[in-house]
């Protein structure tokens, strides 16, 4: 199978240009060159690039943006296609797996369920448990601003047709949230625009998990 992180580059590049440069996305006001923009800054100019994470830095991130987006949008979005540098961290495979999977599938997303009549997409049982060990991993970071204990399981996905559980912040009495992987991640994320999710577990924390700031 193809790593996640080369199929959903490829797939948000395929719905980037369907969708059109000036489509809305789910990153609050960005439209799809935007985004496409960030993907590009985030993988390619490592200096502006460290605005993203150091928000006092972020004047550098803003004016690598603005002439970025001056260019051609289907130009920019084949620079995404083409992959990362070869002097990126990321252009090694494993790292490349590890930085790019969740990145590429939620923004993705973001493109895809913007725009009107979207529908949640089937993935192969392979790409399905590729976001899942991405979410037992990553999760635990994703979920820190809630600050209550926090279970994801899988239905029917663990042996014999069990549940796949995988505990993000340990605890008494933790909030699960049971769903297919897709849809925990853009829980997880900080994405409204999820179907299909139970919540179980106090009622307090179930607030908070949801109406936290969830994401890196």
Known sequence: MEP??????????????????????????WDVKDLVVHLLVRERHPVGAAGIVVPPLAGLTARTSR???????????????????LWSPTAVPALDRA??????????????????????????????????RSLAVAGKGLVRAAGVPVELRWPGAGHDGEDRTATLRAGQDPVVVTGEPVELALLLFGRDQHRGLRFAGPPDGVRRLRGSDLGF
């Open 4 to 29: 996640l992180s080369r199929s959903e580059r490829a797939a948000l590049c395929n719905s980037a240009l369907e969708a059109g440069e000036s489509a809305p996305t789910l990153c609050g006001g």
């Open 67 to 85: 002439r970025l987006a001056r260019q051609d949008f289907t130009a920019l979005v084949e620079r995404v296609r083409g992959g990362p540098p």
């Open 99 to 132: 930085a790019n999977s969740l990145e590429f599938l939620v923004h993705h997303e973001d493109v895809r369920r913007a725009q009107p009549g979207w529908e949640p997409r089937e993935l192969a049982e392979a790409e399905q448990r590729a976001v899942w």
